[in-house]
């Protein structure tokens, strides 16, 4: 069992971040996920998922946000507690070399971005970053965020940090404006969905991290599985990051 490094510490409100001592050969990849047994009984009895926010040094870290009795449990939790997840799992993000990369984060959807902005940029990609968030309140390291990237814009729906609005809007508007060579997002479906379709336009390929809720995180209860265009494909183990132009994407958002 994997020991917590320290107890959760809270980056802004209602969100939380665990560093998890861990394996070295258990290396992630940006964009796979870890599922956590919350307790030690039966309830809650189904493992919760949580993308790696980063990793270094055989340290694992995630965020997460308080928004149930499991992340309630969480964040009481004690510093050397055994932590039971299994992971890494799924199938995380490409990694470009001296291309030019947009990334688009929406609220904790931000949290595996992080971690696939500091693999990019030590393959020499040039690095634009929109982090979007509904207030400022709820923006978490922005600073270790914003290291990571050539550009950074901060993106709210209230103005209460950087601009106000939403992130797809300014997302289209570099998409139009930028040539890049490839596009990652993490965030709500129609965030993701909107960027895909800006993405499509411009001729510019798309990856997405489908935050669905797996049971089982390793591909046979097929409670997370998707509708695309080459078929039915369960999130947890053909994704979570998936070719975001092939995924259809009203059969989600309808």
Known sequence: ???????????????YRLRIETPATLVPRP??????????????????????YNYEDGALEIIFRVIGKGTEIMRGYEAGRGIDYIGPLGR????????SVLLVGGGVGNAPLYYLARELKKKN?????????RSARYIYCKDQYRARADDFAAVTDDGTAGLKGFATTLADEYIRKNAYDRVYVCGPTVMMAAIAASASIAGAPVEVSM???????VGLCSGCTIETTEGLKRACVDGPVLNGNIIVWQSLTD
Do not use: W
């Open 211 to 217: 935050e669905n809720y797996f049971g089982c995180g």
């Open 31 to 52: 964009g796979q996920f870890i599922n956590i047994r919350v307790s030690t009984g039966t309830d809650p009895l189904i493992r919760r998922p949580f993308s790696v």
């Open 125 to 133: 990609n040039r690095i634009t970053y929109i982090y979007g968030a």
């Open 92 to 99: 995380g993000f490409s990694l470009c070399e001296h291309s």
């Open 1 to 15: 069992m994997n020991t917590l490094i320290q107890k959760p510490e809270e980056v802004a409100e209602g969100h």
